[in-house]
């Protein structure tokens, strides 16, 4: 008895000792091939900051389609991985059907799905998105990428593998104390303000924005150097005048000292607003004197249009039906429609791009990196200028043979330790923050000055992602907020874009064809087994003691 009564007191203490050291230890092990789980050192680093609670809620409980409950699944299991790294992090999934007005008032849009369930087709509509709060702020993040993808299964995949992206990237722009700051550059008759609108308002949201004229330049060039040397990004949208080489040393100073550049620029002048009046334009060189500039930094964007075949469309009226002119929609080859460096994180995942009268960019060999982020089709032509371009051209068939220049290059990102182009020249003015060179800077140079710019409709901005006339969608908004993100990121965050998983996905029609067989296998066939068992276990019994 009182050996017993020890072995019971053993096996309690023993599970208090286990139980204690449950508490104690605790440790996830990610056995995924692709190590789905694991989190990176860049979101280790963000969630290490976060010192106080922060309040996570996803929209995704309720009916919905059950192949959009594995996002639900995986967006749970990875919310769970950054609650299991920081207690502070709370996770919360609600059904939105009660609160759907609020949701859309928080710019929280639901997605409508067609969803294919036993070879039938259904409406869905589902509330993809998270909302974070910490303190007194708030941040909501899309669980569903907002690019063109060829079926749902891909929308799918391409969720899950932005999940960490997307979770870190608001977590720590919530959990950040300072924002950067952004400068829009004015003063050469730059894009105004209403034609940036949908480009900006989103930069906004993130980071301090901020106009910046340099005609002050003119008066006191030292103190608008020390001045924009403060903002952390200049963005130069489509500059038409001419650089004054005290501007110029400005923006050489400023890239030296640090600051990061977004230039958008057009080398020709095209202005298609007299295309569309007029039936025809002349296409001539602008010179905006930044070629020394931009070559001392290794790139040169040169004087010639690009017409590309695989290009954006514009509407043209074909007759009249009634007193009502009739439009049909052709492609426009001088605007390129042109893809992204799909293994880079600015342009990974992003919707072509449409360019308007872009010009081709050379790289000259020098230490700095260059890494190509927008480029058009093989089947390009080069157009010199000054040209006259004519409206009714787009109705000639045209012949491959004229389009055989090959890939052109309109979009670069340039990092490295910059070098003054005022290094061993005369200087317009004298400055204390002259620097020859720049250390680890980076800059993004895209060779189309339209490339940000939003159209109008009756007198309001449009989104930058769509056309009003065709209603094409582009990726011009998506990979202009990845410049920005990318030029201001310091921590490496943005490369996490560049995640890639192999999700296994369940073949439809082969379920639905086989559905009767799997269904017998996982329910009749079991209930089989344990029949036959049964009754062979009866008969072995009976036989045996009978």
């Known amino acids: 008895m009182n050996k017993k009564i020890k072995n019971i007191s053993l096996l309690i203490v023993g599970l208090i000792v286990l139980n204690i050291a449950n508490q104690s230890f605790y440790k996830r092990f990610d056995l995924t091939a692709d190590k789905r789980y694991t989190l990176s050192e860049t979101t280790n680093s963000i969630l290490s900051k976060v010192k106080k609670p922060l309040f996570i809620t996803v929209y995704l409980e309720g009916d919905f389609p059950s192949e959009f409950k594995r996002l639900q699944v995986e967006t749970r299991q990875y919310l769970e991985e950054l609650s299991a790294k920081n207690s502070q992090i709370k996770i919360h999934f609600e059904n939105p059907d009660d609160q759907r007005e609020d949701l859309i008032k928080k710019g929280m849009m639901p997605s409508q799905l067609t969803v294919e369930e036993d070879g039938k087709l259904s409406e869905a ?14 941040e909501i993040v ?28 608001a977590i720590n722009s919530i959990n950040q104390k300072k924002q950067k700051s952004v400068a829009v550059l004015t003063g050469n008759g730059e894009l105004q303000d209403i034609y940036q609108y949908s480009f900006l308002s989103e930069v906004a949201k993130k980071y301090k924005l901020a106009k910046f004229t340099l005609d002050s330049v003119a008066t006191n060039p030292q103190q608008t150097l020390q001045d924009l ?25 400023y890239i030296t000292n640090g600051g990061k550049t977004l230039w958008m620029l057009d080398n020709v002048q095209a202005d298609q607003d007299s295309l569309f009046n007029g039936g025809r334009m002349l296409a001539y060189p602008r010179d905006l004197n930044l070629t020394d500039l931009l070559f001392s930094y290794g790139i040169r964007i040169n004087t010639s249009l690009i017409k590309d075949l695989y290009a954006a469309q514009i509407p043209l009226a074909t007759g009249n039906v009634g007193n009502q002119p009739q439009f049909q929609n052709f492609d426009w080859f001088y605007h390129p429609l042109v893809g992204g460096n799909p293994n880079h994180s600015i342009t990974k995942n992003v919707t072509p791009v449409r360019l308007q009268f872009a010009n081709q960019i050379d790289t000259l060999k020098n230490k700095i990196k260059k890494t190509p982020l927008l480029m058009s089709s093989p089947l390009t ?21 004229d389009y055989i220049s090959g890939n052109q290059l309109f979009g670069v990102l340039l990092e490295g330790n910059f070098k003054s182009a005022y290094k061993n020249r005369v200087k317009p003015f004298e400055t204390k923050l002259f620097k020859d060179n720049a250390t680890n800077n980076k800059m993004i140079v895209i060779a189309d000055g339209d490339v940000g710019k939003n159209q109008l409709l009756k007198g309001q901005p449009t989104d930058l992602s769509t056309d009003k006339w065709t209603n094409q969608q582009f990726g011009n908004k998506d990979f202009l907020i990845n410049a920005v993100d990318y030029l201001l990121d310091d921590s490496g965050l943005i490369d996490l874009r560049n995640k890639s998983l192999q999700i296994r996905m369940l073949d ?26 049964g009754f062979i276990f009866n008969y072995l019994r009976k036989r045996k003691y009978s």
């Open 125 to 138: 509509i589902i509330f993809p998105w998270a909302e974070i709060i910490f303190e007194e702020k708030s």
């Open 142 to 169: 899309s669980l569903l990428p907002t690019g063109i993808v060829a079926s749902q299964e891909e929308q799918l995949q391409k969720a899950i593998e932005n999940l960490e992206y997307s979770f870190s990237n």
């Open 508 to 533: 439809k029609q082969k379920a639905f064809k086989e559905r009767t067989f799997w269904q017998f296998l996982n329910v009749v066939f079991p209930l089989i087994v344990l029949f036959v068992f």
């Open 381 to 401: 032509q080069k157009v010199g200028t000054p040209v006259i371009i004519e409206l009714q051209s787009i109705a000639d068939e045209p012949q491959e043979k």
């Open 229 to 253: 040397s403060s903002l952390d990004l200049a963005i130069i949208a489509k500059p038409t005048q001419k650089f004054t080489e005290k501007e110029k040393l400005v923006l050489d100073q």
